[in-house]
């Protein structure tokens, strides 16, 4: 069976694994990434790569994914929001340093490919979307049995397709994107606007955030929307009812045969998914016409990162 090794690089961690045919991690590792070092992080990754290489010697290529914009080759980083990269060509750099061919890709995308191919959408052949709600929103998007990169590398970034003309003001200079309204971030923005507004409804919320609505996390929201509080509960509606209403335009846009969510916001089960999956039915043209393609929870955790990288050097 051919072995590959899959990097997964985040704003805190670089995470590797040698990883089989089937998807299954054999080895693994990981270390701090020196985000604020460009040099550093590119050695880290490169030593994360080789200890595994060392370990085993039958892994025959590398797959890296990066929470950054990668060039249209495939061998450049061209920008990221939380590593201290600007061109980076780290794709040469890895191969050369490790000796063995390397693919680089965007680490929403390689999340994507191991949903594809191992997670919740292992049953479709053909094609899939996925967005992946963290702090901020990334994307996915999978057509004829290939990630689909686009002309410039830069497909699927669906974090930034509007939501709502003339909305919230987002960091990549439009108005209204889907990431103001859907994201981790707003998650929280919509938690501490309705505490200051309906305390009453939000008293296990601002309990755990010891009273200051300012103090409210993502992980208390999960955990009071658990025990029934209103304003928790009306949040994750919120961000649900959005990426319900996103997934509604991109199954009109691309008729993919599943979507998918994903990221820690999907903790939340039933809380986040009963409002998305009843707003993107809602939303659908011409219901009842067609059969409806389901929008359902990503299943890989932790692990896609490693595994979708991977499994995209078993394609080099
Ligand atoms: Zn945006």
Not at 109 to 129: P, Y
Not at 138 to 158: C, P, Q, S
Request: proline content about 4%.
């Amino acid at each position: 069976m051919t072995l590959t090794i899959g990097v997964d690089v985040g704003g805190t961690k670089v995470a590797g694994g040698v990883v089989d045919e089937r998807g299954n991690v054999l080895a693994a590792n990981r270390r701090s990434t020196p985000a604020e070092d460009p040099a550093g992080t590119r050695d880290t990754i490169a030593e994360v790569a080789a200890e595994l290489a060392r370990e085993h010697p039958e892994a025959v290529s590398i797959g890296i994914g990066a929470a950054a914009w990668i060039d249209a080759a495939g061998s450049t980083v061209l920008f990221a929001p939380n590593l201290a990269w600007r061109d980076e060509p780290l794709r040469d750099y890895v191969s050369k340093q490790v000796g063995l061919p390397t693919v680089l890709e965007n680490d929403a995308n390689v999340a994507a490919w191991a949903e594809f191919r191992f997670g919740a959408a292992r049953q479709a052949d053909d094609s899939m979307v996925m967005i992946t709600v963290g702090t901020g929103i990334g994307g996915g998007i999978v057509l004829g049995g290939k990630l689909w990169r686009g002309a410039n590398g830069m497909a699927g970034e669906l974090g930034h397709i509007q939501s709502v003309p003339d909305g919230h003001p987002c960091g990549c200079g439009r108005l209204g994107c889907l990431e103001q309204y859907a994201s981790g971030n707003a998650l929280v923005r919509f938690a501490r606007a309705g505490a200051r507004q309906e305390p009453e409804r939000a008293a296990q919320l601002l309990e755990l955030a010891g009273g200051d609505p300012l103090a409210i996390s993502g992980r208390q929201i999960t955990e009071a929307a658990r025990a029934g509080d209103g304003v928790a509960r009306d949040a994750f509606a919120q961000i649900g009812y959005w990426l319900g209403v996103a997934m509604a335009d991109l199954a009109q846009s691309f008729d993919p045969q599943i979507l998918v969510v994903g990221g820690g916001v999907i903790d939340a089960g039933d809380l986040l998914m009963g409002p998305t999956q009843r707003t993107y039915r809602d939303q659908l043209a011409a219901r009842g016409r067609f059969p409806i393609a389901e929008v359902v929870a990503a299943q890989m955790g932790n692990t896609a990162g490693v595994v979708g990288a991977a499994d995209l050097a078993r394609r080099i």
